[in-house]
């Protein structure tokens, strides 16, 4: 797809821990050059300053539009526990 080609981008991308580290700033990266206005996107609020301070770096602002918890069913062998709440914000990044 061709850069701002879309008004907004809704995105729920891989929360980049463990085995996929940095791969939800490479999809909000990804959402911020295919939207013309904003980007709504969730992740862990653990990452809150880092993704603050790259979208910063990247030219736009960011907003904390909701935080919220999810309840992360088990899902690999690494996971000790059948489900857990991950704190998670609905973060917007205005282009």
């Not at 993704?51 to 907003?63: D, H, I, P, Y």
Request: contains cysteine.
């Amino acid at each position: 797809m061709k850069d701002n080609c879309v008004d907004t981008v809704i995105s729920n991308p891989p929360f980049g821990t463990k085995m996929n580290e940095g791969i939800d700033a490479q999809f909000l990266r990804s959402a911020t050059r295919l939207a013309r206005k904003a980007v709504y996107s969730f992740h862990k609020t653990s990452t809150r300053p880092f993704l603050s301070k790259l979208v910063a770096e990247w030219g736009f602002k960011l907003e904390v539009v909701a935080e919220m918890k999810f309840d992360i069913p088990q899902s690999y062998k690494f996971h000790k526990q059948a489900t857990k709440d991950v704190e998670v914000d609905l973060l917007r990044v205005v282009i």
